[in-house]
C-alpha cells in the first residue's frame, strides 16, 4: 500500500510524502517532474495536501482515558477519536481509573479496553505505599507499553496518595533501576488539608486559595531534592506557579528534570472561573496572572519541555453539582493544538510548536527514533490549515464530556487531517 500526499508544507518548504507499510518512505520536493508522475502511478492513493501545514502528531504525555467502570465519563473509543480530532496521534494514559493501574492485574485490564484506541498509547503505572514489589513485577520484562511511573502527593479524583519521604526515595531507585521517569502530581496533602479549613466561601472562584500554591511548591521541592539525592529522572505534571517553575530551573541545570504545562496553566487564571464557574475546576487549580507570564517565559527559555493536556473528563451533571461535590478536570484532547496555534507569533512559532508537543515528549520517554518527519518513521501526522479562523464549540466535541472553559474561544489553526501508521482520518475544513 502506497500513499502520497502531495503539497505538504513543512518546516523546510513545500514537500511530498511517501507513505508506504504505515511508514515515510520518502520525503522528496513537489516539482512537477516526470519523476513525480511516474510516483503517482505507482499510488494506490494520493491526497493533496493543498500547501496546509504539516507537523508531528501530537504526543499527549497526561491523558485520563477512564473507561473500565468510568466509560459513562469516557472511554478509549471516544477519547482516541477526540484525540484525532486535536491532531494527537499518541497518549499516555494516567494510573488513577477505576480500578487504577496499581499491579499487573489491574494493567492487563486497561491494555484489553485500550484496544479499541485509534490512537497509539502507553500507560503510566501508579505508585503507592504498598505496591513497590507489584511495580518492579511489570518492569521487570521492560514492557513497551509503559511510559512511566506516576506518584501523587495529593487526592486529584481518585488515587492513593505518597508523601513519605523514604517511601518516595524507594520508588525514585526502582524507577532508576528500570530507567523509567518518575511523573509526579506536586501538590502536597497535608498542606492541603490545613488550607481546606481556612475561613473562606465553599465556591469555586476560591479554588486556588483551598488548594494553595504554597502545597504544590513545597511538593516540588519535595521530590526534587529526593531526585537531586537519587539521581534519578523526574518529569513534573502540569506545573503551575512561578515558584515552581524558579525551582526546576535550579534543579534542572545537574538533574535529569522535566517540566510540564498545559495550556490551562498557560493561558488562563482564576479571573475566568467567574464566568465558567466548575467547567475550569481543575487540580492544580488555575492560579494568577503573573503565573501566566512566568509559564510564557519558562516556554520561551525553555524551561519547559512539554505541553499536556491533562484531558479529564468527567459526566456533565458531576461538573454542575456544588462546587464541593464537583469533580475537578475538563476534556482537552480537542483545543489543545488550536490554542497553541493561536498564539503563534514571532516568539512562539510552529517548530517550537513541534519541539513541546511531540520532539521533546518522544526524546523524554524513549521513543524518537520512530517520531518526526523523515523516512523510515512512523507516518504520525496532524495536518493543519493555518488560517483558518473558528470558534471551539464543546457541544461538538468527539469526546463524551462536552463541556470547556474554552467554549465559545476564538482560534486559529484548524486540525483537517490525522495520520496514525499511515491511516487517514478527515475532519471538516
Known amino acids: 500500500m502506497k500513499l502520497l500526499l502531495k503539497n505538504c508544507k513543512l518546516v523546510e518548504g513545500i514537500r511530498n510524502i511517501l507513505i508506504e507499510d504505515e511508514k515515510i518512505a520518502s520525503i522528496?520536493?513537489?516539482?512537477?517532474?516526470?519523476?513525480e508522475r511516474r510516483l503517482e502511478m505507482e499510488c494506490n492513493e494520493i491526497i493533496d495536501i493543498r500547501g496546509n501545514t504539516v507537523i508531528p502528531g501530537m504526543i499527549d504525555p497526561h491523558v485520563h482515558m477512564r473507561d473500565l467502570k468510568q466509560t459513562y465519563k469516557e472511554d478509549w473509543t471516544s477519547g482516541s477519536e477526540a484525540a484525532l480530532a486535536g491532531g494527537i496521534t499518541t497518549v499516555f494514559d494516567m494510573p488513577n481509573t477505576k480500578p487504577d493501574t496499581m499491579n499487573l492485574e489491574n494493567l492487563n485490564l486497561k491494555r484489553q479496553a485500550a484496544k479499541s484506541s485509534k490512537v497509539k498509547?502507553?500507560?503510566?503505572?501508579?505508585?503507592?505505599?504498598?505496591?513497590l514489589e507489584q511495580i518492579k513485577i511489570i518492569l521487570k520484562n521492560n514492557p513497551d507499553d509503559i511510559a512511566g511511573i506516576k506518584i501523587?502527593?495529593?487526592?486529584?479524583?481518585?488515587?492513593?496518595?505518597?508523601?513519605?519521604?523514604?517511601?518516595?526515595?524507594?520508588?525514585?531507585?526502582?524507577?532508576?533501576?528500570?530507567?523509567?521517569?518518575?511523573v509526579v502530581h506536586t501538590e502536597l496533602q497535608e498542606c492541603l488539608d490545613?488550607?481546606?479549613?481556612?475561613?473562606v466561601k465553599r465556591s469555586v472562584i476560591n479554588h486556588n486559595i483551598f488548594r494553595h500554591r504554597i502545597c504544590a511548591i513545597e511538593g516540588t521541592k519535595l521530590v526534587l531534592e529526593i531526585a537531586d539525592e537519587v539521581?534519578?529522572?523526574?518529569?513534573?505534571?502540569?506545573?503551575?506557579?512561578?515558584?515552581?517553575?524558579?525551582?526546576?530551573?535550579?534543579?534542572?541545570?545537574?538533574?535529569?528534570?522535566?517540566?510540564?504545562?498545559?495550556p490551562h496553566h498557560l493561558l488562563l487564571n482564576e479571573?475566568?472561573?467567574?464566568?465558567?464557574?466548575?467547567?475550569?475546576?481543575?487540580?492544580?487549580?488555575?492560579?494568577?496572572?503573573?503565573?501566566?507570564?512566568?509559564?510564557?517565559?519558562?516556554?520561551?527559555?525553555?524551561?519547559?519541555?512539554?505541553i499536556g493536556t491533562d484531558h479529564a473528563p468527567h459526566y456533565i451533571e458531576e461538573k454542575q453539582q456544588e462546587y464541593s461535590k464537583a469533580p475537578s478536570g475538563f476534556p482537552g484532547l480537542e483545543t489543545c493544538l488550536p490554542l497553541l496555534l493561536t498564539e503563534i507569533s514571532s516568539g512562539f512559532d510552529i517548530n517550537k510548536i513541534i519541539e513541546l508537543t511531540s520532539r521533546n515528549t518522544a526524546k523524554i520517554f524513549g521513543l524518537e527514533k520512530n517520531v518526526g518527519i523523515k523516512k523510515g518513521n512512523y507516518a504520525d501526522l496532524a495536518v493543519i490549515d493555518l488560517n483558518k479562523k473558528w470558534t471551539i464549540n464543546a457541544s461538538k466535541f468527539k469526546t463524551k464530556a462536552k463541556y470547556s472553559p474554552f467554549d465559545e474561544v476564538n482560534v486559529k489553526g484548524k486540525i483537517v487531517m490525522t495520520f496514525v501508521n499511515g491511516r487517514c482520518y478527515k475532519f471538516e475544513e
Not at 498509547?121 to 505496591?131: D, E, L, Q, V
Not at 490545613?194 to 475561613?199: A, C, M, Q
Not at 506545573?239 to 530551573?249: A, C, G, R, W, Y
Open 231 to 262: 539521581k534519578n529522572r523526574i518529569y513534573i505534571a502540569h506545573v503551575s506557579t512561578s515558584e515552581e517553575i524558579n525551582l526546576i530551573k535550579r534543579f534542572k541545570e545537574k538533574n535529569n528534570v522535566y517540566c510540564e504545562i498545559t
Open 28 to 35: 522528496q520536493e513537489a516539482d512537477s517532474s516526470r519523476k
Open 194 to 199: 490545613k488550607w481546606l479549613h481556612t475561613n
Open 152 to 182: 501523587f502527593l495529593a487526592a486529584s479524583s481518585s488515587n492513593e496518595v505518597v508523601t513519605d519521604r523514604q517511601i518516595l526515595k524507594q520508588i525514585f531507585k526502582i524507577a532508576k533501576q528500570y530507567d523509567k521517569v518518575v
Open 271 to 306: 479571573k475566568i472561573l467567574e464566568k465558567v464557574g466548575n467547567w475550569g475546576k481543575v487540580n492544580p487549580p488555575l492560579r494568577t496572572d503573573m503565573d501566566n507570564v512566568a509559564l510564557w517565559n519558562a516556554v520561551h527559555n525553555g524551561t519547559v519541555d512539554t
Open 121 to 131: 498509547y502507553k500507560f503510566h503505572i501508579g505508585a503507592t505505599c504498598n505496591n
